[in-house]
């Protein structure tokens, strides 16, 4: 399957790409097919976010999907289902189907935005987050966003 792989530059920076095509023998990363169209590789749609910029492993701050994050000392009671520190994602841990769209399935198969496999509000101003968004498939709770828990470990 062909793909781009990402050079990282500076944090907000856009990588350099390399295409990878069909024989190539390079391990495929996942993300390197889902960057193909999610990344300014190519021309995407207007409002479409550029997620190779997102996952840039030389910003301050970023989901290890191209590389383990930096803080891989969090407590593990933080997480949740077996998520930790030092754990790599895939893109299709949070994005895919969501098993209530029986016709469309893969990673394209949602009906949440973003197509992502549980609901998630995205907003700029302070709210209340629901204990049933996808953020906490991995991320405990009380400790992110549960102000009434008796402990935030």
Aim: aromatic fraction near 12%; charge should be neutral; glycine fraction near 6%.
């Amino acid at each position: 399957m062909s793909r781009v792989s990402v050079i990282n530059g500076a944090a907000g920076a856009a990588p350099a790409y390399t295409y990878r095509g069909h024989s190539d023998t390079a391990p495929t990363a996942e993300y390197e097919i889902c960057f193909k169209c999610h990344s300014l590789w190519t021309t995407r749609p207007a409002g479409q976010s550029d997620l190779a910029l997102f996952f840039n492993t030389n910003n301050p701050s970023f989901h290890p999907v191209e590389a383990q994050g930096k803080n891989t000392n969090i407590n593990a009671n933080a997480f949740v289902n077996n998520w930790n520190g030092a754990k790599l994602m895939y893109c299709s841990d949070c994005h895919g189907n969501d098993d209530l769209n029986p016709v469309v399935r893969g990673p394209h198969g949602s009906q949440y935005r973003y197509l992502l496999q549980q609901s998630y509000t995205a907003s700029s101003a302070q709210r209340t987050m629901a204990s049933s968004e996808i953020c906490f498939v991995c991320h405990r709770y009380d400790t992110y966003a549960n102000d009434s828990a008796s402990t935030t470990r």
